[in-house]
C-alpha cells in the first residue's frame, strides 16, 4: 500500500511504500531517519541472540538421555531460529500496542485489551496521560527536511503544561541515546516545515510488552542541537557505506 502526502503547502508531495517502508519524492527514493540511524552498531542484540540460542537448546536437552542425528541437527535449528521467533512475537506485541496509542490519539476510543501484559500497559498510558494533562494534537506525521533530504514519520505531537514537545512511543526494553537523536531529526524537519511551532522538548514513551512503562524528555535546547548533529553524522556515514557498495577497487 502506498501513501501520498503534500508537504510544505503542496511543494512537496511525499510518497510512502508501507510494504517495502520505503518513501519516494518524484520517483526518487529518500532515506528515511531509521534507516540512517541503522547504521548505529547494537552489540547488546548479538549476545541477547546468542543468549536465546543457548536458552533454547538447553531447554532442549535432558540430562543422561541420547540423540541421534536428526534430532540433535532439530535442536541445533530451533536454536539457531530463537531469536528469529522471539523477535516475531515482540513484533506482534509491540506493533498492537503502537496501534491501540494511535487509535486513542486519534480519537477513536480503542476497546481495552483482553490480554493482561496489554492491560496493564494501556493502563499505564492512561495514567500517564491524565497525571499529565496531556492533550495530543496530531498522530503519525510525516515529515521531510528540504535540507538535508531525509523522511520519517513521527509519532505523535502534543502540549503538557501548554507546552509543546513532539514524541515517540518504544516497545523496546530501554530507553536508549539514538531514540532522542531520531526525535532530534523528526523535531527538525518539522520546525522546518513549520517554523513557528515553538518545541519545550521531546519524548519517548516505552511502553514494555511486560506492562512496564517510562518515558524520558528532552528538553535541554543543547543537547538537542547535539543530538541533531550526531544525527547527520550518521546520515553522512551512511551514505559513504552506500557509495562503497558501488566502488571498484583497482586490482591491477
Not at 516545515?193 to 524528555?217: H, M, N, W
Amino acid at each position: 500500500m502506498k501513501t501520498q502526502i503534500k508537504l510544505y503547502k503542496g511543494d512537496v508531495v511525499l510518497e510512502f511504500d508501507n510494504f517495502k517502508h520505503k518513501y519516494t519524492l518524484k520517483g526518487e527514493a529518500i532515506p528515511s531517519v531509521t534507516g540512517i540511524l541503522s547504521i548505529i552498531n547494537k552489540p547488546a542484540l548479538v549476545n541477547w541472540a546468542a543468549g536465546c540460542a543457548a536458552d533454547s537448546i538447553a531447554e532442549s536437552l535432558t540430562p543422561g538421555v541420547s540423540y541421534d542425528e536428526l534430532e540433535i541437527n532439530a535442536i541445533i535449528e530451533a536454536g539457531r531460529k530463537a531469536h528469529w521467533q522471539k523477535k516475531v512475537d515482540a513484533g506482534n506485541i509491540g506493533t498492537f500496542l503502537h496501534k491501540w496509542i494511535e487509535s486513542y490519539i486519534k480519537g477513536e476510543n480503542p476497546g481495552t485489551p483482553v490480554n493482561p501484559g496489554l492491560q496493564e500497559s494501556v493502563a499505564k498510558f492512561l495514567g500517564w496521560v491524565e497525571k499529565h494533562k496531556v492533550k495530543f494534537l496530531l498522530s503519525e506525521q510525516m515529515i521531510y527536511s528540504k535540507k538535508f533530504k531525509y523522511a520519517g514519520t513521527l509519532d505523535f505531537i502534543c502540549t503538557i503544561d501548554d507546552k509543546l514537545y513532539l514524541g515517540d512511543t518504544k516497545t523496546s526494553s530501554g530507553i536508549y541515546p539514538e531514540m532522542l537523536v531520531q526525535t532530534s531529526a523528526y523535531r527538525y524537519a518539522r520546525q522546518e516545515e513549520f517554523p513557528e511551532e515553538k518545541y519545550a522538548g521531546q519524548l519517548i514513551l516505552r511502553i514494555g510488552k511486560d506492562g512496564s512503562f517510562e518515558f524520558a524528555v528532552m528538553r535541554d535546547e543543547m543537547v538537542y542541537q547535539t543530538m541533531f548533529k550526531g544525527f547527520l553524522s550518521a546520515m553522512h556515514l551512511s551514505k559513504v557505506m552506500e557509495d562503497l557498495k558501488t566502488y571498484k577497487t583497482d586490482t591491477e
